[in-house]
Every structure is written in C-alpha cells, then in structure tokens.
C-alpha cells in the first residue's frame, strides 16, 4: 500500500463523508466499522491509480520545464564564423 497512514482527522473527515452519502444517496445506514473497510478497501484500490497519474502529470510538467531550459540554452549559443 503507498499511503501506510492517513492522518485520524482526515480519515475521520472522509469516514463520515461515506455514511453521508450513503444515507443521501442510496438511502443506507453504515456504521462507523463498515464505513472504515469500505474506506480502506477504496484507498487500497484507487491509491495506486492516483499516485501514478500525479507521477505521469509531474514527468509532463517536468519535461516541459527541461524542454524550455533547452531552448533558453540555444538561445544562448554565439554564432560561430
């Protein structure tokens, strides 16, 4: 698992954003103890997918930076006679 601890009051946070959704949306009771496995179970699936779409989004914005470094250092060049 990549995140090996989320912070008490985040979780707590999130934990009670699941039973509200739940009750408003499909009209369900989940208790505190459901509400965790099914935010543990989400985490376990869904953090591998986000955290390597943030390293595929940080590659881009980084391979943008190098590329416009790269122009600025051609820019630079002296021509030669």
């Known amino acids: 698992m ?3 601890k989320v912070p008490k009051e ?3 946070n999130i934990i ?5 959704y739940f009750n408003k949306e ?3 009771s989940l208790g505190n103890l459901e509400a965790e496995q099914l935010f543990d179970f989400m985490l376990n699936e869904i953090a ?3 955290y390597n779409q943030a ?3 940080a590659r881009k914005v980084i391979q943008q930076q190098v590329n416009s470094l790269e122009e600025e ?4 060049e002296k021509p030669l006679r």
Not at 16 to 20: A, E, F, H, P, V
Not at 73 to 76: D, E, H, N, S, T
């Open 16 to 20: 009670n954003k699941i039973q509200l």
């Open 10 to 12: 985040h979780k707590d």
């Open 26 to 28: 499909r009209d369900e």
């Open 55 to 57: 390293l595929s989004d």
């Open 48 to 50: 591998p997918i986000v």
């Open 2 to 4: 990549l995140i090996k």
């Open 73 to 76: 250092i051609y820019a630079l």
